[in-house]
């Protein structure tokens, strides 16, 4: 079974950065690759960023590049998403997921989804 928790979201001003935490099951981790999408409210869920299931390439949305950075470590069975220079409308409820291939940029139903973490960017 397949678990993912979410946490680090918080209220944060324009500018400032946040770091969220994705916390995996060991059997996750391992063999999945990884990545952050995020839905604001009204609007459909979108991607953020992803991790290849090998660890070493990642690939961000335009609107988050140069901003944003994730990472892992695999020692912790946790996936890291550094949210830097953030903006009013990056508010979001952030979602971290899992697939056994890859993180496509729409959401796939074999997508394994945490429980998500709210981000609020005030100006």
């Known amino acids: 079974q397949v678990q993912l928790v979410e946490s680090g979201g918080g209220l944060v001003q324009a500018g400032g950065s946040l770091r969220l935490s994705c916390a995996a099951s060991?059997?996750?981790?391992?063999?999945?690759?990884m990545g952050w999408f995020r839905q604001a409210p009204g609007k459909e869920r979108e991607f953020v960023a992803a991790l290849m299931r090998s660890g070493g390439s990642t690939y961000y949305a335009d609107s988050v590049k140069g901003r944003f950075t994730i990472s892992r470590d695999s020692a912790k069975n946790t996936v890291y998403l550094q949210l830097n220079s953030l903006k009013p409308e990056d508010t979001a409820v952030y979602y971290c997921?899992?697939?056994?291939?890859?993180?496509?940029?729409?959401?796939?139903?074999?997508?394994?989804w945490g429980q998500g973490t709210q981000v609020t960017v005030s100006s």
């Open positions: 997921a899992a697939d056994s291939a890859v993180i496509t940029t729409t959401p796939r139903p074999s997508f394994y």
């Open positions: 060991r059997r996750t981790f391992s063999g999945y690759a």
